[in-house]
């Protein structure tokens, strides 16, 4: 009898993972299940949708025809409502149930709601989805004034698109500069700079005490926790995610804010698998469980998962040094690995718009963020992926040009 696999969610992580069963398992029944009411699309460029830069066609990845070629049954616009662990059950929303002998997990998140009053109101959003994108666009282009809040790197796509559409917009920040666990105030402030440019004024140690809106419920004002008020037909709101497991409750899965996997994509339950965003995994490059939303990690993830499913053993560990990347700027921004996860950090700038910053842990680079010349990423992966001991190279590791075997030579390990 041939295995079967069910699949929850088809972004990145569930759709490579299908591909990746397809092709270790060529006569297996596969299913993937999505509540979305389109196939896999690149969330990377749904901000350039927002932002009135792209037309939809280039944004979808996946339509029907991919699936029906590769024998893959995709349930659009299914909500699963309950996971039976013990009798290998998937329940939805329609009483369908779908027996598996490997299940996978990737249903992402939903953004986080503001705490506060009128946070619900028309005219505030979270961009996650294509449709959130849509409403987003038309949204913008409508407006004239603007709040953005979070400042993080789904903060600053709104802010981007503030930028784009021509919204006067205020970017209300928490603490002293943007993403501070990552950056420094002298690295942050080219990000400023950079907003600035694009018409978004930056806000420091600020946030939202509540939203003002007006008769018909549509915000109207932001007003921060010292008082000050800011007008805003338009806002964005990007403060994390709650992960979408609702239908996991009761089942004894293992959670620490994400799912908890090992190397292989296995959760604690007999038989079930968790990859993308949701996941806390163990990374066998730190030795610690961490987490990572990038779109890279995520594909790599349902790709390991998928090859341990079909060989129902621990074939293949998840070993990935993930980057993202920002484009709406003259400069160029990228962050890799865990750039908030170190116990010091180095940090160099270069000259106008240019500078780095490595986040060093246990001796190791595990993380570290890059603006204005990206050339020494591949550099600063290798010593990250191969765990190198760079102490005692600090100052070779902020030259200009990085070479990693001067560095810290690979036999040493």
């Avoid at 490579?16 to 092709?23: G, I, K, P, V």
């Avoid at 930028?163 to 002293?176: I, N, S």
Wanted: charged share 25%.
């Amino acid at each position: 009898m041939a295995a079967s696999y069910v699949i929850i969610g088809d972004g990145i992580a569930g759709s490579s993972a299908a591909e990746t069963l397809r092709e270790e398992a060529p006569g297996a029944d596969i299913t993937v299940l999505t509540d979305e009411g389109e196939a896999l699309y690149n969330r990377i460029l749904i901000k350039e949708h927002a932002k009135g830069k792209l037309p939809e066609a280039p944004i979808s990845i996946h339509d029907p025809g991919w699936y029906e070629e590769r024998d893959i049954d995709l349930w659009l616009d299914t909500h699963v409502t309950r996971v039976d662990p013990d009798a290998h059950e998937v329940h939805t929303h329609e009483g369908d149930v779908l027996e598996y002998d490997k299940l996978l997990v990737a249903t992402g998140g939903t953004p986080n709601q503001l705490p506060v009053d009128n946070a619900g109101a028309d005219g505030i959003h979270h961009f996650w989805t294509f449709q959130d994108a849509r409403k987003i666009r038309e949204h913008a282009e409508q407006a004239d004034t603007g709040v953005v809040v979070g400042a993080g790197l789904l903060g600053i796509d709104f802010a981007a698109v503030c930028g784009a559409q021509d919204v006067d917009a205020h970017y209300l920040m928490r603490g002293e500069c943007w993403w501070r666990y990552a950056l420094s105030q002298e690295g942050a402030e080219i990000i400023h700079e950079g907003l600035r440019e694009l018409g978004v004024e930056p806000v420091f140690d600020s946030g939202v005490d509540h939203f003002e809106v007006d008769d018909e419920g549509h915000v109207e004002a932001a007003v921060d926790p010292n008082g000050d008020r800011y007008e805003a037909e338009f806002a964005g709101v990007a403060i994390g995610l709650d992960f979408n497991l609702e239908f996991m409750h009761g089942t004894g899965l293992e959670r620490d804010d994400g799912v908890v996997v090992d190397e292989y994509m296995q959760t604690n339950l007999d038989d079930v698998y968790a990859a993308g965003d949701l996941t806390r995994f163990y990374d066998t490059i730190t030795n610690s469980y961490e987490q990572n939303g990038s779109w890279g990690s995520a594909k790599e993830q349902g790709a390991t998962a998928g090859k341990n499913m079909a060989a129902d053993d621990e074939v293949d560990e998840f070993r990935w040094v993930s980057s993202y990347s920002i484009t709406h700027f003259d400069f160029p921004f990228l962050s890799f690995g865990h750039p908030t996860r170190g116990e010091e950090y180095l940090e160099q700038s270069y000259g106008e718009g240019e500078w780095r910053r490595l986040a060093i842990r246990d001796g190791q680079i595990v993380g570290g963020v890059l603006i204005g010349d990206l050339a020494p990423q591949s550099a600063y992966k290798t010593l990250a992926r191969e765990e190198r001991d760079v102490r005692g190279h600090e100052e070779a590791l902020l030259e200009e040009t990085v070479d990693p075997d001067a560095i810290a030579p690979a036999q040493q390990q």
